[in-house]
């Protein structure tokens, strides 16, 4: 039986070599070699230009994602779920390195931007929305953890949410505590009604299992290199628009199986 379900009616991507969910499709799909080329700086088209100067780059990450996953609705009718395993350790790394200092001077930007749901703040302010919104970590299982709350916005609420899942390395000293290889972030319109365009129909439910992973080798070491890529299986199986069931790492031994069936 399903915990919850809802139809996936946008997608944003952003990774080493998958620029866009539009750009990576055909390398999920497995009709183009995946090249892990580095991520061009994004400028947010929702911000105005003084809160676009204030963004750090995990925001301008959300946004990148967010702006992609809802280029076909209101932005500001959406209930919206921002998952982030560790936050900005960007910005936490800058302010601790401050304090060290005997100025112990810390910038107030920084100091605004610490906060774990500050990419969701932007958001709101960006988009005018006044839907309900949570700011969630959940370490390398995070994913999972946003499919669970997401979801039941949409089961429970019955609001089009918005899941957004992101996470960037961290400078030295924390990279060698929490060595995340590269950037990602990934972006769900998930609503009760199919759409035209929609992607698919998910279902969750918990069970005791083992988490997916994938064939290609190169995008299973993007998998495993950042928490917010744990959403992969998902993605290449959406790109697809191949019925699947999919298990995602939660607590302990247990899995939140996802069941893709396409529209």
């Given at each position: ?83 982030s ?41 960006a ?14 299982t ?35 505590q929490?060595p ?42 993007l ?41």
């Open positions: 039986m399903s915990l919850a379900s809802a139809y996936v009616n946008g997608v944003g991507l952003a990774g080493p070599g998958l620029p866009s969910w539009t750009e990576a499709q055909a390398v999920l799909r497995g009709e183009q070699t995946y090249a892990p080329t580095e991520l061009a700086m994004y400028q947010p088209s929702l911000l105005p230009p003084n809160e676009r100067r204030r963004a750090s780059p995990a925001v301008r990450m959300a946004f990148r994602v967010a702006e992609e996953a809802t280029r076909e609705c209101a932005a500001d009718t959406l209930a919206t779920t921002f998952v395993a560790d936050g900005d350790l960007q910005i936490a790394h800058r302010i601790c390195a401050a304090l060290a200092t005997r100025e112990r001077f810390i910038s107030p930007t920084d100091f605004h931007n610490s906060v774990h749901n500050a990419a969701a703040g932007y958001w709101s302010i988009t005018a929305a006044q839907g309900p919104s949570t700011a969630i970590s959940g370490w390398d995070g994913f999972a953890v946003g499919l669970i709350e997401a979801l039941s916005m949409v089961q429970i609420e019955g609001l089009d949410t918005l899941l957004v899942a992101y996470d960037l390395p961290a400078p030295e000293p924390l990279w060698t929490r995340l290889a590269a950037p990602f972030g990934v972006a769900l319109l998930l609503s009760r009604e199919a759409r035209v365009g929609t992607w698919g129909r998910i279902e969750l439910q918990c069970t005791a299992g083992t988490e997916t992973s994938l064939d290609n080798s190169a995008l299973e070491q998998r495993l290199s950042n928490p917010a890529a744990r959403a992969l299986p998902l993605l290449c199986a959406l790109a697809r628009r191949a019925p699947s069931e999919l298990d995602f790492a939660w607590i302990d031994d247990t899995t939140v199986r996802t069941a893709l069936i396409p529209v």
